[in-house]
Structures are given as structure tokens and as C-alpha cells.
């Protein structure tokens, strides 16, 4: 049975749901965010929580059901507080800064990235080596996130290239002589 599909999503003060034709709509104070919803999955809207209830109960609609109140909580979530990712950049020369809705990255190559962002995500520049990408739509930051970090990822021996800031790198030994 699904644990996470049966619990309740609370619904915040100013935030608005509604559901027309399998197309849920969330509006909050910091945006309005739209979703498909699976026909398998039945949602029962009321004043202050949102459940997600499925007629079968074979293992397909269990999952189903998991993963739509996931979704559903975290548009619910984006919309009243948002959702924030860090990444820090380390390495001599290594650096970024916020040129309106686009990020430039100089990254050790023989030249700078400059890195468009998406609608909905904005981006700050704390002390030229993190980076603080904040949205609504957690999927979309992720993806975002995950973009940003491919530009250099960081390599195991000095650590150098761009990280989460709740990531932990592996060192690894390097070559050692032998006499």
C-alpha cells in the first residue's frame, strides 16, 4: 500500500486549487503553477487539504497515487514558499556572476559560459563562487541545478568544478612516488 499517496496535503492560507478536466491549477502568492493530473488517480479538493484517491488497488494505481500527491504537495509548497538550491564553485580562478536573467560562468576553460535561465528561475551571486537558484516549480530548479553543475563537475583529486552544497566529493589519493 502506498504510505506517502494516503497522507492529506494541507493547503495554505492565500493559496488557491482547483481542478477542471484532469488539469490541476495551483495559485499562490509567488506564482500559478498548472499540472495533468493521471486519470487513475482522482483528486478530492476541499477547504483546507487535498487527497489523492484511486479506485484499484493494484501495485500501477498504488504508485500513481504516491506519485501525484508528491507532485501535487510540491506545487502546493512552490507556490506558497518556493524552493531554493545552492551551488558552490571551487578552484583557483573559478567564478560566476548574475547578468540579468542569464548566469556567466568562468570555469577554467579558454572561455566564459554564458548560462540562460529557464522562466520562473532566478539566480543570485554571493562572493563570485555560490550560486542561489530560487523558483516555484521544483522539478524545472532541478533540472536547472543539475544543467549548471554538468558545465564542470567536480573532479575527485583537488575538488575543483562546481558542486551542491549539501554534496559531498570523495577524494580520492593522487600519484605518490615510489623510490
Do not use: C, W
Amino acid at each position: 500500500m502506498s504510505r506517502v499517496g494516503k497522507k492529506p496535503i494541507a493547503i495554505p492560507e492565500k493559496t488557491e486549487v482547483s481542478l477542471k478536466a484532469d488539469i490541476l491549477t495551483v495559485k499562490g502568492p509567488k506564482g500559478t503553477l498548472s499540472r495533468q493530473i493521471h486519470p487513475t488517480v482522482k483528486l478530492d479538493i476541499d477547504d483546507t487539504e487535498i487527497k489523492a484517491v484511486i479506485d484499484h488497488q493494484d501495485r500501477k494505481s498504488r504508485a500513481l497515487q504516491g506519485l501525484v500527491r508528491s507532485l501535487v504537495a510540491n506545487m502546493v509548497t512552490g507556490v506558497s514558499t518556493g524552493f531554493e538550491r545552492i551551488l558552490q564553485i571551487n578552484g583557483i580562478g573559478y567564478r560566476a556572476e548574475a547578468k540579468g536573467k542569464s548566469v556567466l560562468f568562468n570555469l577554467g576553460y579558454s572561455h566564459p559560459i554564458d548560462f540562460p535561465l529557464p522562466e520562473g528561475i532566478t539566480a543570485e551571486v554571493d562572493k563570485n563562487n555560490t550560486v542561489k537558484l530560487m523558483g516555484i516549480d521544483k522539478e524545472l530548479l532541478g533540472q536547472t541545478a543539475a544543467s549548471i553543475r554538468q558545465l564542470r563537475p567536480p573532479e575527485p583529486y583537488k575538488g575543483k568544478g562546481i558542486k551542491y552544497a549539501d554534496e559531498y566529493i570523495q577524494r580520492k589519493a593522487g600519484k605518490t612516488g615510489t623510490k
